[in-house]
């Protein structure tokens, strides 16, 4: 291992050039603190060093004090000599970076132990470091409040940046609302007793990042905070590029969408073949109009022709009164602009109501923005309106003083559309056996314990105990095949609770019905999950 020595007493210099070898270590000497710092801050350097208290051209603390304020990727074990073994000197020394010190003149037998120790040391922190720099997620160490003290190379992948590059950044450059998301997250004691309570970890949490090009990217970060008495807390981050997974999870909600609107089909055909009808028998009208004022418009053209250079036709004027007795040029004129408005306004509907399902199966901002809850559960009751209207009575029970609610507007309007039509799912298998018989959908929201909670209750049969323990699982269904995919409730739940940090639940009766309880957080913080995996039961 390479050791640097730097002393300007010669006789010691020649010593340790001797000795140090014997004990398989490789010695650079040399007899100033400038020439000291050269070695140690190279790529290569040393990663043990023997400091005088007292060199030429920088002394060994100012040598400590640049070791460790660089950022070197290795960590260098510092011994500090002083002929001066004052308490306060040698706190001065430790608190510039040296790990050890050594009074002169120097004992050999007690030289050699503390370079033992330091060699474990090193050894200790390169195996620590080769595992972080292997990691494939990205780990940041940071100290003096936000400023990046050690990133690995995967963190500098995620960011764009080398590794080298991000020591000293503040991490608020790269993750602009971190602070933020780390005031709302929930820190928690290690549950290993002997720390003593200085370490404590918060559960991963989704933020926004920036890389060094300007690019957004959607990062999955933990925290760990470590105490140490001479520096404070020392704050760990564990990023993990989630881009992609975000990517694909809406490429399937948006799929989710697309089956939603499949289901809704029938009625969104019904709503447009009306204007589609009508646009389509004006377009008739005109084109055997046009049809008729063809003959007329070639006459016309001919007539113009001999006008303009001599001596009209007899055949053309024949032509031409045929033509004016053949074609009732006052009904087309009447009915022609008619049936080019009608046309238009035919256009116009069916633009709106493709509008309203492009809105719909649009994934929208994937940023949680304010919103209007009531508005969103009407326009997704109107949507779904021709799936639940021949079977039951839909009652909405909306709070006019529902405060706005930070979420994704897309992905809540699909948790209701799904709640809505499982709904009317639900009251059809009940009316099986009551025939001509109609059932309720009962639809409120209320402010509740810093929440905003949406009810959806239904008349139909309720859930069977031996499923309710299976509702929010991915792919679990109670129709028949081919009648649903089982995703929809597991979506749901992810979006509601694992994504907005709020709470879905149900209460049911057998042979009486389900209401599903979806509760938003109204405030920054994290509201209390009531949900905790377990459905409640009302038999």
């Known amino acids: 291992m390479k050791i640097l020595v730097a002393d300007d007493d010669r006789v010691f210099q020649l010593i340790l050039a001797k000795t140090l070898p014997q004990w398989g270590f490789d010695p650079l000497v040399v007899d100033n603190g400038e020439d000291a710092w050269l070695h140690l801050g190279s790529p290569d350097g040393p990663s043990i060093a023997i400091l005088d208290w007292v060199m030429p051209r920088a002394d060994g603390l100012e040598v400590c004090r640049r070791v460790r304020s660089c950022g070197l990727a290795r960590y260098v074990y510092l011994i500090l000599l002083t002929s001066n073994g004052a308490s306060e000197e040698l706190m001065s020394g430790l608190e510039a970076g040296a790990d050890d010190y050594l009074s002169k003149p120097v004992n050999p037998d007690v030289l050699r132990l503390r370079l033992r120790a330091g060699c474990r040391v090193v050894e200790s922190e390169r195996r620590h470091r080769h595992i972080a720099e292997n990691a494939s997620d990205g780990i940041v160490t940071m100290e003096d409040g936000n400023r990046i003290q050690f990133a690995n190379s995967s963190a500098g992948a995620i960011f764009g940046y080398e590794r080298a590059e991000l020591t ?79 990517r694909l999870e809406g490429q399937r909600t948006q799929k989710q969408k697309l089956e939603s609107i499949g289901q809704l089909a029938a009625g969104v055909a019904h709503e447009i073949n009306t204007p589609i009808q ?17 003959p007329a418009l070639e006459i016309q053209r001919q007539l113009y022709r001999e006008v303009t250079s001599g001596p009209i036709e007899a055949a053309t004027v024949a032509a031409m009164r045929s033509v004016v007795e053949t074609v009732d040029f006052e009904y087309l004129e009447r009915e022609t602009p008619s049936a080019i408005t009608q046309a238009l306004e035919g256009v116009h509907q069916v633009a709106d109501i493709v509008r309203a399902l492009k809105e719909f199966a649009h994934p929208g901002t994937a940023e949680m923005v304010p919103t209007d809850l009531n508005h969103l559960i009407e326009s997704t009751v109107l949507l779904t309106r021709n799936h639940w209207n021949c079977l039951a009575d839909l009652t909405l029970d909306l709070d006019p003083g529902l405060p706005l609610v930070a979420c994704v507007a897309g992905e809540i309007s699909q948790v209701t559309l799904d709640l809505i039509v499982n709904a009317a799912d639900a009251i059809k298998d009940a009316l099986r056996e009551r025939p001509g018989a109609r059932g309720k959908i009962i639809i409120t929201t209320r402010v509740a314990g810093g929440c905003a909670e949406v009810r959806i209750s239904d008349s139909g049969m309720g859930i069977p105990f031996e499923v309710r323990s299976k509702i929010f699982d991915p792919f679990f269904t109670t129709k028949d095949v081919g009648q649903g995919s089982g995703q929809a409730l597991a979506l749901a739940y992810a979006s509601v609770v694992q994504k907005h940090h709020g709470a879905l639940d149900f209460v049911t009766t057998v042979g009486a019905g389900t209401t599903f309880v979806v509760r938003l957080p109204l405030s920054a913080k994290k509201a209390y999950v009531a949900y905790e995996g377990k459905s409640h039961e009302i038999v």
């Not at 009508?278 to 063809?294: T, V």
Request: hydrophobic letters at 35%; aromatic letters at 10%; a negative charge.
């Open 168 to 246: 000293g950044l503040d991490f608020a450059t790269l993750v602009p609302e971190f602070e933020r998301h780390l005031a709302a997250a929930c820190f928690q004691r290690t549950a290993d007793r002997n720390d003593g309570g200085r370490l404590r970890s918060c559960n991963p949490f989704e933020v926004t990042g920036k890389q060094r090009t300007g690019c957004s990217i959607v990062l999955e970060v933990s925290f760990s905070e470590s105490k140490h008495s001479e520096h404070g807390y020392v704050r760990t981050a564990m990023i993990r590029d989630v881009t992609e997974r975000r």
């Open 278 to 294: 009508y646009i389509g028998d004006n377009l008739q009208f005109l084109e055997e109009s046009f049809a008729s004022l063809h």
